[in-house]
């Protein structure tokens, strides 16, 4: 059975997994026994081959998928950003879609600030009444991010959040999320699959996932020095 409970604020890391296991109805499993502990707000980064559970255990965390055993200890607002834009953003406009994900007791006034402010945050300001349908897949992305903070989520998972978008976009994308993430006020912490070795420059820590256990945090540098001989430069999706 899961046990999910929030951090005492200031008390415990963004971040906790303890023992998660999960089976999929094939009888595959997935993840046994994972631990995981992000120690600090930053951006952190996991990396692994096709397989090795690191996907499924973002979907755990948001609770897209049920565990059948473990712990994990995560602040309340925990968005999740998907690989394409364009399974998430629902609603025609960049404002509407950001309004689905506001608090309900924001008064109007409150709500209008609060859209204006996220898509600030990530360089679509003035954006609100644009078409969703109008936008580049960079600028796609941004806004699922500012739905997320929009939401007022402490922790960002992202899930491949670059690997459809060109390379400027891709660089734009991570330059925000770490922007973000070193930003003094609000303190996020963002967890972030990636296949893209030379991502790995702008996180705090990386760790390796692989048959559905995670390893120890470690440097990116080091992590990508050690994956770049065996996988000619790339680490699987």
Same mark, same amino acid.
Do not use: F, M, N, Y
């Given at each position: 059975m899961l046990t999910q409970a929030e951090p005492p604020s200031g008390a415990e890391p963004p971040l906790t997994v303890?023992?998660?296991c999960f089976t999929w109805p094939n009888g595959r499993t997935a993840l046994k026994n994972c631990q995981l502990a992000i120690p600090r707000p930053g951006l952190w980064m996991l990396v692994g081959s096709n397989g090795s559970g690191k996907s499924t255990l973002l979907r755990l965390i948001i609770g897209?998928?049920?565990p059948s055993g473990g712990l994990i200890r995560r602040p309340e607002r925990t968005a999740l950003v998907f690989q394409n834009p364009d399974h998430q953003l629902l609603l025609p406009s960049c404002? %509407?879609?950001? =309004? #689905?994900g506001l608090p309900w007791d924001l008064s109007p006034g409150e709500r209008s600030e609060r859209v204006e402010q996220a898509l600030e945050q990530v360089g679509l300001a003035g954006m609100a009444s644009?078409?969703?349908?109008?936008?580049?897949?960079?600028?796609?992305?941004r806004l699922a991010i500012a739905g997320a903070l929009a %939401?007022?989520? =402490? #922790?960002?998972?992202?899930?491949?959040?670059?690997?459809?978008?060109?390379?400027?976009?891709?660089r734009g994308v991570l330059e925000l999320i770490h922007g973000l993430c070193t930003a003094p006020e609000p303190r996020l912490t963002a967890l972030w699959i990636t296949h893209r070795l030379?991502?790995?420059?702008?996180?705090?820590?990386?760790?390796?996932?692989?048959?559905?256990?995670?390893?120890?945090?470690?440097?990116?540098?080091?992590?990508?020095?050690?994956?770049?001989p065996l996988q000619g430069g790339k680490a699987g999706g």
């Open positions: 303890e023992r998660l897209l998928l049920e404002g %509407s879609d950001l =309004q #689905l644009r078409p969703i349908h109008t936008l580049s897949g960079g600028q796609k992305q %939401s007022g989520a =402490q #922790l960002l998972l992202l899930d491949e959040p670059t690997a459809l978008l060109d390379p400027d976009s891709q030379e991502e790995l420059a702008a996180c705090d820590g990386a760790a390796l996932v692989e048959q559905g256990h995670a390893g120890p945090w470690q440097s990116g540098a080091s992590l990508r020095r050690r994956l770049s």
